[in-house]
């Protein structure tokens, strides 16, 4: 296996997604994430036709409302079988408990259905906020008809609970994929959610150990999807094409 380069797009991007598909293919990446509500005839067919693969689709919110977290999971799943995604990003709301072990289990089995994982994301933002506890959270989703991995997040990570040996532990072929992405210094309110949501920035544009966390894997013989998101109020205005060529240049050097 090789490493191969994709996005995780930005939802206030002002780019149409046929639009954004063209862009990725000719910048060189090999897949893109999509929004579930975007998913229509028209993007599956352009996916075909660039030859990107749907790695991810964003995603869904498993909270204490189990009613509203399994409404949400049919639809993601229905978007996720027509695009042929290999994973659904699901973010957490609560913690691991009687209650949401079931929901994971089915929701699991669900995107299993239609070919897909379940991608845990664990955040510092989460309940749900470090390595070992979305790894529990892995297991969960592999049992009976479930698939799950654990998504990495390069900004998640260095702001949660996750040690460095914690990342050098992180079994193989438990990692669904990488997320990857660099940070302003944080200003001096410490609003978390201000710095995740607008506050991102290119790979080496930032104070993030990059180099670290990236050979913390390459070195141990990993080898998967690393999907830049990066989320900034800065980068938002600049050209679709421009901010796709930024982002290939800054991020290939890394996963050579």
């Excluded at 710095?195 to 141990?220: I, V």
Aim: hydrophobic share 45%; with cysteine; proline share 4%.
């Amino acid at each position: 296996m090789t490493i191969d380069l994709a996005i995780s797009p930005d939802s206030r991007w002002a780019v149409e997604p046929l639009d954004l598909i063209a862009e990725c293919s000719a910048a060189g990446f090999a897949a893109l994430g999509v929004a579930a509500d975007r998913v229509d005839g028209a993007v599956v067919d352009a996916y075909r036709a660039s030859g990107l693969r749907c790695h991810e689709v964003l995603g869904v919110l498993l909270s204490g409302d189990e009613e509203a977290t399994i409404s949400a999971a049919e639809k993601v799943a229905a978007a996720a079988g027509t695009i042929g995604a290999e994973w659904v990003l699901t973010i957490f709301r609560e913690a691991l408990n009687p209650e949401t072990t079931k929901m994971i289990e089915r929701c699991s089995a669900m995107f299993a259905d239609v070919g897909a994982g379940m991608a845990v994301e664990f955040s510092p933002l989460s309940p749900v906020s470090s390595i070992n506890l979305g790894l529990e959270i892995v297991r969960v989703g592999n049992r009976g008809a479930g698939r799950a991995g654990l998504m990495i997040d390069s900004w998640h990570f260095s702001f949660g609970d996750s040690t460095w040996d914690d990342l050098a532990r992180v079994p193989l072929d438990e990692i669904a994929y990488v997320q990857f992405d660099d940070a302003l210094a944080p200003e001096p309110d410490g609003n978390l959610r201000k710095e995740t949501m607008h506050r991102r920035a290119l790979p080496g544009e930032g104070t993030l150990e990059l180099e670290r966390f990236a050979s913390t894997l390459l070195d141990r013989g990993w080898a998967g999807t690393v999907s830049v998101e990066v989320l900034s109020a800065e980068l938002r205005t600049l050209p679709a094409h421009e901010l796709v060529q930024r982002i290939h240049e800054t991020t290939a050097p890394y996963w050579r």
